[in-house]
């Protein structure tokens, strides 16, 4: 309340309490509130800076505006036609195979790079048109106790060029002949397409994304 007094650049109004001046959303009468609440208007100078100065570490980013982290949304069709490009998939290079499937599975599930990082190849679920995969560890954007721990990629009929069932169905099959050969100690879905095949790091996956994206010259459509 002292910071909102220091803003004023007028004295503040009073809003006299009058019948229906705040309803109940449910019942549309008086809300019970006003039985105990004055309500009053402010006008504020909108120059915050100087007060911010005194406050605590973290107080300024809380009342700050908000600023979009997302500004801009992309155009997809592009990546598309460059990953129908990728096919068939048994005689596309591993790496070519590795990066369809990373940006297949980003764009199906809008994953997280962390998501996909975690995915698992143990215990990975084949169904008739889908696949369920563990995750080997918790995803940051959710609470511990309430974490999701599988992840299911769905087929697309329309276009296998397009499908991750199919795409994640080969991949694994052919790495697979790969692991008899050097052992994939922690068991991740993504390994790297050289030797020695091992899982790849999170920062890795964010890079085959990149150069998915760049291939094919992914730039932002609008603002949201």
């Given at each position: 309340?002292?910071?909102?007094?220091?803003?004023?650049?007028?004295?503040?109004?009073?809003?006299?309490?009058?019948?229906?001046?705040?309803?109940?959303?449910?019942?549309?009468?008086?809300?019970?509130?006003?039985?105990?609440?004055?309500?009053?208007?402010?006008?504020?100078?909108?120059?915050?800076?100087?007060?911010?100065?005194?406050?605590k570490?973290?107080?300024?980013?809380?009342?700050?505006?908000h600023?979009?982290?997302?500004?801009?949304?992309?155009?997809?069709?592009?990546g598309?036609?460059?990953?129908?490009?990728?096919?068939?998939?048994?005689?596309?290079?591993?790496?070519?195979?590795?990066?369809?499937l990373?940006?297949?599975?980003?764009?199906?599930?809008?994953?997280?790079?962390?998501?996909?990082?975690?995915?698992?190849?143990?215990?990975?679920?084949?169904?008739?048109?889908?696949?369920?995969?563990?995750?080997?560890?918790?995803?940051?954007?959710?609470?511990?106790?309430?974490?999701?721990?599988?992840?299911?990629?769905?087929?697309?009929?329309?276009?296998?060029?397009?499908?991750?069932?199919?795409?994640?169905?080969?991949?694994?099959?052919?790495?697979?002949?790969?692991?008899?050969?050097?052992?994939?100690?922690?068991?991740?879905?993504?390994?790297?397409?050289?030797?020695?095949?091992?899982?790849?790091?999170?920062?890795?996956?964010?890079?085959?994304?990149?150069?998915?994206?760049?291939?094919?010259?992914?730039?932002?459509?609008?603002?949201?």
């Amino acid at each position: 309340m002292g910071v909102l007094l220091r803003l004023l650049v007028e004295d503040p109004w009073l809003i006299w309490s009058k019948r229906n001046v705040l309803l109940h959303p449910s019942s549309a009468e008086e809300h019970p509130i006003m039985r105990h609440t004055s309500l009053m208007a402010c006008q504020l100078s909108g120059h915050n800076l100087e007060h911010m100065a005194s406050w605590k570490p973290g107080t300024e980013r809380q009342y700050s505006p908000h600023i979009k982290r997302y500004a801009a949304i992309w155009e997809v069709k592009p990546g598309l036609q460059r990953i129908r490009t990728m096919d068939p998939l048994h005689s596309i290079s591993l790496k070519d195979q590795s990066l369809k499937l990373v940006m297949l599975m980003a764009l199906m599930q809008a994953a997280r790079v962390q998501t996909l990082h975690l995915l698992m190849l143990r215990n990975i679920a084949f169904g008739e048109d889908s696949v369920s995969v563990l995750l080997g560890g918790n995803i940051k954007q959710c609470k511990s106790k309430f974490n999701v721990h599988t992840i299911e990629f769905r087929a697309y009929t329309q276009d296998n060029r397009l499908c991750v069932f199919m795409t994640m169905k080969e991949h694994i099959e052919r790495t697979e002949k790969l692991l008899t050969e050097f052992v994939n100690a922690d068991g991740k879905l993504l390994i790297s397409y050289i030797k020695p095949y091992r899982s790849v790091s999170e920062d890795m996956v964010a890079r085959w994304l990149k150069t998915m994206s760049d291939s094919v010259g992914l730039t932002p459509r609008g603002s949201l």
